[in-house]
């Protein structure tokens, strides 16, 4: 089964162009296939940005790169990336930019910083017991990161790795 990218990229600069309309910030979304290739001899990463299609079990890059186009500093900045219905949250992409990074399993209503908790009711012995459990990350629905502060003309990355379904 292929999946088409530009149908994820547009519900996510959607969804993030919507969260940032206040703010003037330049948001660019960025896609890449990741595959493990030998060079040398030695096993590496090889992005190939942009795929058109996708299969289930792929690794994808999701990068957002955020720029500050005013002429001010501005704090306190939070920025939000679904992760794709199709695909499930792996983990952060290494080598960008540190920010507070929180994360959602409800859609981006509520967020905290990972590991998340969420309680589960279970029958022990016959009785409904209320258990809280740590949340796997492929349950993340939405990462939000935010930024201590941001000088005008800046640019900073933020980003995640997803899987296929």
């Not at 942009?50 to 501005?74: K, M």
Request: proline share 7%; hydrophobic share 40%.
């Amino acid at each position: 089964m292929n999946i088409r990218i530009p149908i994820i990229l547009s519900t996510l600069l959607i969804g993030t162009a919507l969260a940032q309309n206040a703010s003037p910030l330049s948001l660019d979304l960025s896609t890449a296939l990741v595959r493990s290739v030998k060079v040398d001899g030695k096993v590496t990463e090889q992005l190939s940005p942009s795929p058109r299609n996708v299969l289930p079990g792929d690794l994808i890059s999701q990068v957002v790169t955020v720029r500050n186009t005013s002429r001010n500093v501005l704090a306190s900045v939070p920025v939000t990336l679904p992760v794709p219905k199709a695909t499930v949250y792996v983990a952060p992409e290494k080598g960008m930019n540190v920010a507070l990074t929180e994360y959602s399993i409800d859609g981006g209503k509520t967020f905290a910083v990972a590991p998340l908790k969420k309680k589960i009711t279970v029958t022990e012995n016959g009785k409904s017991v209320i258990k809280e459990v740590e949340v796997k990350p492929s349950e993340y629905t939405t990462v939000r990161w935010t930024i201590r502060e941001i000088s005008a003309n800046q640019s900073l990355k933020f980003g995640y790795r997803a899987q296929v379904r």
